[in-house]
Each structure stands twice: as structure tokens, then as C-alpha cells.
């Protein structure tokens, strides 16, 4: 049984999660989420996260096991991945990660180095420059130090931007330790990424429908119960919610709302992506014959399903 890993990465909406259940079906795998806010319990509806009957066909690990006030950090990720990643592989089985985080996958790849270890006088630093500095000028800051995670981030998210200036800082100090590292390349894990490409006007149209789908399962409820001082509301969807809870919005500016950042985000994902090492960009519609040869490259050939 091979010990590689696929990973499933692309824009919300592109398909990732369906693409990974049929492939973890058809290879014997399970699944390891690569998603920041499909982490956290109780928000399957603004998450997009798998369902309960998803969930029952194959294993999925690292979603929905954290409470919505918790923080996580790409380190904590990394660690929590390889060890689903060694559990799966402890059973005979393959591991597919897949998520839209792409801090997390370059984390978990070796492809970024990551702070090892909390920093408090850094992490009391950066709280007094957020005290006294909009958040547009810590993302300044930010471009600066770090571009292409900056590019990744939304200018008005202090507390993902706080924690990447974090990282950022202590890289720059010299705060990694290589021979402390743990990511698959660390590891001789082989692996591969794929990442699915959409067309802009289906994925506006995905995008759309999602939104829709979200509205009409229980987004509002989800958000109210969530609240707005959660760590998890800051995500795509639920400042949206909330602010129409709040009588800020109407109904139809609310979907307007949802899917116009959801598109940014998406865009987002693209900007981070596009320089993503060793990256195999492949067509949404063609997803699956493809990702099919990425596995067979990690020596998937001859699983239990049936591939040959």
C-alpha cells in the first residue's frame, strides 16, 4: 500500500470536496479537511462543510472538531494532519487532503517555513500596533514583509493579518528551527497537488447557487446562534448574516452581499495559488481522469476498487 498523499486545493465552489468523496471511494482513502473555518463545530451550513451523509461514506478528519471560539494556526494544522495522516496510513488506507487554505497546504507540504514556537513578547507587540493602527496599515506592514500571503488576506481581517506578521517577524528573526521541521517532504511523504480550475462564469454560477443553498438551509439561524464575537464569524458569510440580523441590509442586498465576497474570496484563493509550488492545475471538468493519474503516480494503481 502506497504511503503517498493527494491534495485536492482550488477556489470555494470548484468542487474539491465532491471530487474528493468519489476518489476516496473509489481508492479506499479517507479524507483530511484542509479548511480554516470547516474546522470549527456547529457550522456546516456557512462552511460548506461535508454532511453527515458524506461523512458516513467516507471518514473525514479535521472538520467540525473545534468549538467556533477557539483560535488554530497553520503549525497546530500541520501537526493534527500528519497525525490523521499516519492513522489512515497505520490502517492500510490512502489520504487525500483537500481544502481551499492554501497556508495549510504549503504548511503542510514544507513549501513555507512556520514560526515553532508562540512568541509572546512578538504576539504583545503586534497587540499594540493593532491597539494604536487601522488594519489597513498592518496589511501594509504586511505587504512589505510578506506579499504573497498578504495577497491571500483580506485588508480589513486584523486577526489573520496579526498572525501572519507574527510568522512573518519571526521568520525574519530567524525563529525557525529546520532540523525541528515536520511537513510530508520532511517526512519522504510523496504527494501530489492538484488544484481545480474554473472557468470564471461557471464559477460565478457555483457561486450563486451556493449562496442560495446556504440561504434557503439555515445560514441566518447558524450565524445568531454563532454570534458575532466567535473566532469562526469572521468567515465569508457570517458577517454578512449578521449585519442583516442586525437590520443593516435588506434581503436582497444581503444575497448580493454573500456572493460578491465570496467571489473576492475566491479570487483571493486564486492570487495564493498561483504561486504554489508544484501545483498541477487541472480543468474542473476533467478533475476526476486526472487527479485519477495523479494517484496512479503515487502508486494508487491496483486499489481495492478496481483501478488496474
Known amino acids: 500500500m502506497s504511503a503517498g498523499v493527494l491534495i485536492l486545493t482550488g477556489p470555494t465552489a470548484s468542487g474539491k470536496s465532491m471530487l474528493a468523496l468519489e476518489l476516496a471511494e473509489r481508492f479506499d482513502a479517507e479524507i483530511v479537511g484542509a479548511d480554516s473555518r470547516q474546522i470549527y463545530r456547529g457550522m456546516p451550513v456557512g462552511t460548506a462543510a461535508p454532511s453527515d451523509e458524506e461523512r458516513a461514506r467516507v471518514p473525514h478528519h479535521l472538520v467540525g472538531f473545534l468549538e467556533p471560539h477557539e483560535r488554530y494556526s497553520a503549525a497546530r494544522f500541520v501537526a493534527d494532519a500528519l497525525a490523521a495522516i499516519d492513522a489512515i496510513h497505520a490502517r492500510g488506507r490512502r489520504a487525500i487532503v483537500a481544502g481551499g487554505t492554501g497556508f495549510y497546504v504549503r504548511a503542510l507540504t514544507g513549501d513555507v517555513a512556520l514560526s515553532p514556537a508562540y512568541d509572546a513578547a512578538v504576539r504583545e507587540r503586534l497587540a499594540r500596533e493593532a491597539r494604536v493602527h487601522p488594519a489597513d496599515v498592518l496589511a501594509e506592514w504586511l505587504r512589505a514583509l510578506a506579499p504573497e500571503r498578504a495577497a491571500a488576506i483580506a485588508p480589513n481581517d486584523p486577526y489573520r493579518i496579526t498572525r501572519a506578521l507574527e510568522i512573518a517577524l519571526a521568520q525574519r528573526a530567524g525563529a525557525r528551527r529546520d532540523d525541528a521541521a515536520e511537513h510530508l517532504r520532511a517526512r ?121
Open 188 to 308: 519522504g511523504i510523496p504527494f501530489r497537488k492538484l488544484y481545480l480550475d474554473v472557468a470564471p462564469d461557471e464559477l460565478q454560477r457555483r457561486i450563486e447557487s451556493r449562496v442560495d443553498a446556504m440561504l434557503a438551509n439555515g445560514l441566518l439561524a447558524e450565524a445568531e446562534r454563532i454570534g458575532g464575537d466567535a473566532v469562526a464569524a469572521d468567515a465569508v458569510g457570517y458577517r454578512e448574516a449578521l449585519a442583516y440580523l442586525a437590520g443593516w441590509s435588506t434581503r436582497d442586498e444581503l444575497r448580493a452581499h454573500l456572493i460578491r465576497n465570496t467571489r473576492r474570496y475566491a479570487k483571493r484563493q486564486a492570487t495564493w495559488f498561483r504561486t504554489e509550488p508544484g501545483l498541477v492545475r487541472v480543468p474542473a471538468n476533467d478533475a476526476f481522469e486526472r487527479a485519477v493519474a495523479a494517484a496512479r503516480e503515487l502508486g494508487w494503481a491496483g486499489a481495492s476498487s478496481g483501478w488496474a
